[in-house]
């Protein structure tokens, strides 16, 4: 699995980009949210991804942040929805615009973004229903530890499916500065006590 890469950015071309990894260029689709915040081209740049293997085709889809590609992980496990679809869906909200739509249930929100039905919505609302990461809900949980950091730890716990309020109670305590890592590694003993 390639988790992140880190290289010269060398082409961009909405939806896709490549990255110059030590000589490998690789090509990845990613969020327009991811998108926009890119640097120039010929700039270093780091990108969180998500490989999909096909018989086909191996796809690598690229983010901005731990807390959208935990997203995008969560979108792909509904029925109905495949990379190309949760992509679209993040196109058109963020992450947290997402799980804001999610938890207030509602269907109009989720129906705007391209190719979710009524149906389609009805079920994300049902399947993801506690799963998906609030960045303003973790903003702020302990002094001192940069939000990026704490994003990243409650992302790591969503993903090993806790849910948002066991992720939240978990990370309560953890000393300022802890990296992520190590800050996980205390969530999880903190779960099992």
């Not at 947290?96 to 190719?115: I, Y």
Request: glycine residues 8%; charged residues 25%; proline residues 3%.
């Amino acid at each position: 699995m390639i988790s992140r890469l880190v290289g010269k950015l060398i082409e961009k071309h909405p939806p896709q980009i490549v990255i110059d990894v030590n000589g490998v260029g690789y090509e990845i689709d990613v969020s327009m949210q991811t998108f926009y915040s890119l640097p120039s081209l010929n700039e270093n740049v780091q990108v969180y991804t998500h490989l999909v293997v096909r018989e086909d085709a191996h796809l690598l889809f690229g983010f901005a942040s731990m807390v959208e590609r935990s997203t995008f992980r969560q979108l792909i496990k509904v029925s109905g929805i495949g990379a190309k679809t949760a992509l679209g869906i993040l196109k058109e909200m963020t992450a947290d615009e997402l799980a804001q739509a999610v938890a207030e249930e509602d269907l109009t929100r989720l129906c705007s973004a391209p190719g979710i039905g009524k149906k389609t919505a009805e079920r994300m609302v049902l399947e993801l229903r506690g799963k998906l990461a609030v960045e303003s809900v973790t903003t702020g949980l302990f002094a001192g530890q940069s939000t990026d950091e704490t994003n990243d730890i409650v992302s790591t716990l969503l993903v090993l499916g806790y849910n948002e309020r066991e992720a939240k109670a978990a990370v309560k305590g953890i000393p300022a500065g802890t990296e992520v890592g190590d800050g996980v590694r205390i969530a999880l003993k903190n779960l099992l006590k």
